[in-house]
């Protein structure tokens, strides 16, 4: 499969997870979002859960990519647009939509080993992702030298995804972004050496 | 229906969800875990989906009388508890198991008007209790003055549901802990008047 094939079908199954939800989504949804047939679709993917799989797969790509071009950034940008990130803006309802579908197929990893491992590597990869920022904070002196990378990160990820899952699930447009000021009050401007600097 | 006879239902339904979950749930499973026949049920509700919002009232209703057993503790004991109840222990299989049938009924919401406005009630009810319980402990000079009620119960209901969420999906029997642990130390230990206090 080209890259080219395989990023065509990837983003079709993001359009269709949003379009359908998880537990409704079938081949021919796929399909239709891709401009393919099933019977391609089935040439590279054996089962709709293999292309699941796969599709978690893309997404941690992207996700790499994504923070590989941070990279330069300063820490304490790079963290404040990486909780950012979490909060959807009101009307950002396909956000939403793909988020609630995520929600479904985490909720099937306690009995799926395979969407068990994707999702631990993703988790782990979100976490190494803030331990690197607050790391780099250190470094460069902008975050206390006390500063503890990996609680900061277990924290700042479990409080994002609850305030997203809220906010998918409740349809309360505001709540992420409060819960963000409330986590940036609390934890994140106390990271700072120069607490004036906290915007 | 008697209090008696709604209370077996309620439970009924409990054990049905943690067995079979949200998704292939059905009136028979909650019949069988009853003792009841399915047309007594359908007797007193309509469907399966009014059963399951009146359930969600009945978890309601049954937050509403812990909290009111708790209402006699200092503020400091009550949090701890509160945040604590997030935490599953090893082996607490049954209670993760309740958690992702919660949350595959959570991820309906968005499209669900009768949901939703329990899941906002209970929302509301959690985040209320811990803001009473903020209060009572600025009160009784505990916590700190300019400690901010409605921040810290977002940010804290935000943080342990998405704690929850991590471990229950991932079956990572330790992640909610380690969560918590960085709460106490980053926000609520902060709280405290007399942070030698803290734990």
Redesign the interface.
């Known amino acids: 499969m080209t890259d080219d094939s395989r990023e065509a079908i990837m983003e079709a199954t993001h359009r269709a997870l949003r379009e359908h ?1 998880y ?1 409704d989504l079938t081949m021919q949804d796929i399909a239709d979002e891709s401009g393919k047939s099933t019977s391609l679709l089935h040439y590279h993917y054996d089962t709709k859960h293999d292309l699941l799989v796969a599709f978690v797969g893309y997404l941690i790509e992207e996700f790499e990519a994504e923070e590989r071009g941070m990279a330069e950034k300063p820490a304490e940008e790079r963290l404040r647009e990486f909780v950012d990130w979490f909060v959807f803006a009101p009307g950002e309802d396909d956000r ?2 793909f988020h ?1 579908a995520l ?2 197929l ?2 099937q ?2 009995f799926d080993e395979a969407y ?1 491992e994707q ?2 590597r993703s ?1 782990e990869l979100v976490r190494g992702t803030i331990v690197g920022i607050v790391e780099d904070g250190i470094e460069s002196g902008v975050f206390r030298a006390d500063a ?1 990378p990996e ?2 990160a ?2 700042v ?7 997203r ?2 906010q ?5 447009a505001g ?1 992420a972004a ?2 963000r ?3 940036y ?3 994140l401007d ?1 990271l700072l050496v120069d607490p004036e600097r906290a915007e």
Chains 1, 2 share one sequence.
Do not use: K, S, W
């Not at 990820?157 to 305030?163: K, Q």
């Not at 998918?168 to 309360?172: F, R």
């Open positions: 939800g537990a939403a939509a609630l929600l479904e985490r909720a990893a306690p068990r999702l631990r988790d503890e609680a900061i277990r924290l990820f479990a409080t994002m995804d609850g305030a899952t809220r998918a699930t409740l349809a309360e709540y409060e819960v000021d409330a986590l009050e609390h934890v106390d």
